[in-house]
C-alpha cells in the first residue's frame, strides 16, 4: 500500500436503495495505466467520482495521493486531473478560449492560463484548430480538446471515464497515444472503457468490478490465462466422437463438451499445440474433420467472470450523439 498513487478501502456508496459500491478494496500503483472494466451499473463511474472528490463515499475510505478524499477534498484535487463523459466545453467558445477560462478556474493566472493552453494546443496537435469554435469540432477533436482541458495542470493522477466512446478507430488511436505519452512522462491513468482492446493495448492493469466490489484483477495476460484456450474439433461422424474426446481429455485434464460432432475443451494448465493434437487424434484413428485453438480474448474473460458481454448498446447511442 505504501507504493500505491491511490487506494480504496471497504468503499461504499448508496444511493437510496442501490448499493453502487459494495465495499471496493483498489490498490493503484503509480505510472501505470489501471483499466476498470464491468458491466453498465457495475459502480465504474461512481468509483471515479469518488476518486476525484465530485461525489461523497458513504463508508470506506479513498485515498489519492496520500490525500483522503472525504477529509482532504482540496488537496486531492490538486494532484488529479479528470476528463469525464460529459464534457463541459463551451461550443461558443474557440478551443483555445475554453482552454484559457478552464486555465483561470484552476487558478492558473490569466498569463498562465494563456501559456499553457498553447503550449497544450502544440503539443497535442490541435495548434491548427485552436482559434476554431469547438462547435466546429469532429467527435474525436472534441474528446481531445477535453483531455487537454483536464491536463491544464499537470495533474499527478488522470481519471478518465470512457474516453473514447463512441469514437472512431483513428480518434481512438490518437487518445491512446496520448494517454501513453503521459504515462511515460509519470502521470497515472484510471481509465473506464467498454472496450476491451482498450486496456488490452493500454493497461498494465485490470480490474473487473460487478456489482460495486473487485472481483478479479491481474495483467491483461494474466487474466486470459486464467480463462485458457478453447480448443474445438469437429469428427468426421458419431462413430469417432469416443476416441476423440478420450485423446482431448487425456491431454487438456479436462472434460470436453460435445455438441453434435463438435467436441469443445478449455485448456487451462495444459495446453497442448495443434501438431500434438492432430498427432494423438491421428494415432487414436478417430476422422476429424476440423481443428482449432482458439486464444482467449478479454471478451472471453469478462463473459466468465461477469455472465454479460460488454454492453454495446450505449457505445452505438453515444456514436449516434457525437456524429
Ligand atoms: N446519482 C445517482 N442516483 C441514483 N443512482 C445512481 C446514481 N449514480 C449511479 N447510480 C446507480 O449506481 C449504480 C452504479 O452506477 P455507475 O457507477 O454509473 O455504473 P457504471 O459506470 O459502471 O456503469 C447503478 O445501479 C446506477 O443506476
Ligand atoms: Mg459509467
Partial sequence: ?????????????????????????????PHVVYGLLGPNGAGKSTTLKILSTLTRPSGGQAVVGGFDVARDPGEVRKVIGLAGQ?????????????????????????????????????????????????GTYSGGMRRRLDLIASLLRAPKVLFLDEPTT???????????????????????????????????????????????QLIAEGSPAQLKSRIGSHID??????????????????????????DGSRITVAAVDA?????????????????????????????????SLTGKTVDSEKSLEVQEAVA
Fill in 271 to 303: 495446453v497442448p499445440s495443434l501438431p500434438q493434437i492432430v498427432r494423438e487424434l491421428d494415432a487414436s484413428g478417430a476422422a476429424i474433420r476440423d481443428v482449432g485453438i482458439r486464444q482467449p480474448s478479454l471478451d472471453d474473460v469478462f463473459l
Fill in 1 to 29: 500500500m505504501e507504493n500505491a498513487i491511490m487506494h480504496t478501502k471497504d468503499l461504499r456508496k448508496h444511493f437510496g436503495d442501490v448499493a453502487a459500491l459494495n465495499g471496493l478494496d483498489l490498490v493503484v500503483p
Fill in 233 to 258: 474439433v469437429v469428427v468426421e461422424s458419431s462413430d469417432h466422437l469416443a476416441s476423440a474426446v478420450s485423446v482431448l481429455e487425456s491431454l487438456t485434464g479436462r472434460r470436453p463438451e460435445v
Fill in 166 to 212: 463512441g469514437l472512431d478507430v483513428r480518434s481512438r488511436m490518437e487518445i491512446w497515444d496520448t494517454v501513453r505519452e503521459l504515462v511515460a512522462e509519470g502521470a497515472t491513468v484510471l481509465l473506464t472503457t467498454q472496450y476491451l482492446e482498450e486496456v488490452d493495448q493500454l493497461a498494465s492493469t485490470v480490474g473487473v468490478i460487478d456489482h460495486g
Fill in 86 to 134: 460529459d464534457a463541459t466545453l463551451d461550443d461558443k467558445l474557440t478551443a483555445r478560449e475554453n482552454l484559457r477560462i478552464f486555465g483561470r478556474l484552476s487558478r492558473l493566472g490569466a498569463r498562465g492560463a494563456r501559456r499553457r493552453a498553447d503550449e497544450l494546443l502544440e503539443r497535442f496537435s490541435l495548434d491548427h484548430a485552436g482559434n476554431r469554435l469547438v
